[in-house]
């Protein structure tokens, strides 16, 4: 069983930042990879970021490539997700998932990950 746990979400003006943390617990995590979702009020829940735990290879979403980064810290078993010059159409609830190695699904569907978080909200003001 896995356990994440998403913090860092908040308030912020267009233009500024926020760090999104996911703490992941309950089993060793090399044969996993990580991703980060986001789902907006009466929308459907979207893929936004995606690395692998062993080898930190990176793929990201159009709308968020060069604005977002998504890194992980082996020793704290932790996944960031870095927002820079955000916008209000980031405003979100943000999920991070676990992905268990050798699943076919498409990076980008939810259908491939195994266990999500809670989530936390980012808004963006204009």
């Known amino acids: 069983q896995v356990q994440l746990k998403e913090s860092g979400g908040g308030l912020v003006q267009a233009g500024g930042s926020l760090r999104l943390s996911c703490e992941a617990s309950g089993r060793t995590f090399s044969s996993y990879a990580m991703g980060w979702f986001r789902q907006a009020p009466g929308k459907e829940r979207e893929f936004v970021a995606y690395?692998?735990?062993?080898?930190?290879?990176?793929y990201y979403a159009d709308s968020v490539k060069g604005r977002f980064t998504i890194s992980r810290d082996n020793a704290k078993n932790t996944v960031y997700l870095q927002m820079n010059s955000l916008k209000p159409e980031d405003t979100a609830i943000y999920y991070c998932a676990a992905r268990m190695s050798g699943r076919t699904y498409a990076l980008e569907s939810k259908l491939g990950y195994d266990y999500w978080g809670q989530g936390t909200q980012v808004t963006v003001s204009s």
């Open positions: 690395i692998n735990w062993s080898s930190g290879s990176v």
